[in-house]
């Protein structure tokens, strides 16, 4: 539980098969507390995680949603530090940093610090960065109900809600990081993207490849946004056109290195890289072509996700 009171719990259940929803109910009696209101949305049918963020958003009361993963930990102090954070009207995204423990709630070894800014805007980088200076983790966030209000639900597609949700705060203020350590971070094979790794198995390689094509596709959601925040006049139009430039180039960027990784036929593979130097990239087409024509280079670039996932690497 947490150091600090008066806050609303929401409860998202997508149609668990495994007895969430009777643990949920057994521990909600066991840690009865009459300064925390509880809301139960139990869906009849698995909607995914946009629909179920959107859902829990659109019932919320408070200012600010500080999300947690049903098989992650808070630390007691995370709501408490965050709120301090938001005190700061030009902060619409809180983050702090975590610690990896395994599917028994044991901790991996300690990993190097990630090394950010303590504050990040558009207005302090080059604007051809969709993340700005910035690194989506949504395990550890939480976001400015404005966020939510002012661009609407999240629209079906490939993204997650921190992908989203960091463009949005990045249109309409700043994103605040917080060194302390907010979560342990369960990783374990279930999930989505922080999963244990093994080098040569070649399951892993094609679920990576995967979790890779599902960030080439992210754009939609993003154009749509900086659309919105350019004609309530948040943004200037030069933003604007930097910023659409800035989330062509992620979704081409992702999609040229798995082609890459994966030694698509030359047709596609010609067709993406295309589109990247289209975008006035040419050294990255031309760096994923190296890629693409060299095992060496192949197995060095698997190593380093390796390395990243298993926190080897700062």
């Given amino acids: 539980m947490q150091d600090c009171g008066d806050f609303e719990l929401i409860i998202v259940d997508d149609a668990s098969t495994d007895g969430t929803r009777q643990v949920v109910e057994d521990t909600l009696r066991l840690h009865d507390r009459p300064d925390v209101s509880v809301r139960r949305i139990y869906h009849d049918r698995n909607q995914g995680l946009l629909a179920a963020v959107n859902s829990a958003m659109a019932v919320a009361k408070g200012d600010c949603f500080v999300m947690m993963a049903g098989d992650d930990i808070s630390m007691t102090y995370r709501l408490r530090l965050t709120l301090e954070a938001f005190n700061d009207p030009d902060v619409m995204l809180v983050v702090g940093d975590y610690q990896k423990i395994n599917a028994k709630g044991n901790p991996y070894p300690s990993r190097p610090s990630r090394a950010l ?3 990040c805007g558009y207005g302090a980088v080059p604007s051809f960065r969709i ?6 983790f949504g395990a550890a966030a939480a976001y400015r109900r404005k966020l939510y209000d002012f661009f609407g639900p999240m629209r ?5 809600e921190d992908n989203c949700f960091w463009v949005r705060a990045l249109l309409l203020g700043q994103i605040h990081h917080e060194a302390t350590q907010f979560v342990l971070w369960r990783q374990h094979d279930k999930n989505i993207s922080n999963f244990r790794v093994s080098l040569e198995s070649d399951i892993w390689r094609r679920r990576h490849l995967d979790w890779m094509d599902q960030h080439s596709r992210m754009s939609p959601q993003w154009l749509v946004d900086i659309d919105v925040a350019h004609e309530a006049g948040v943004i200037p139009a030069f933003l604007r056109s930097c910023l659409r430039i800035a989330a062509r180039r992620e979704d081409a960027t992702w999609g040229l290195e798995a082609s890459s990784l994966r030694q698509d036929a030359w047709s596609l593979w010609l ?3 295309w589109k990247m130097i289209a975008l006035g990239r040419v050294s990255t087409a031309f760096r994923m072509f190296k890629l693409r ?3 060496r280079r192949q197995e060095k670039r698997w190593k380093s996700w390796a390395d990243l996932k298993l926190d080897t690497t700062a």
């Fill in 293 to 295: 024509v060299s095992r």
């Fill in 156 to 160: 079906p597609g490939s993204h997650a």
């Fill in 131 to 136: 993340y700005g200076n910035s690194c989506p």
């Fill in 271 to 273: 067709h993406r890289a």
């Fill in 117 to 119: 800014p303590r504050r």
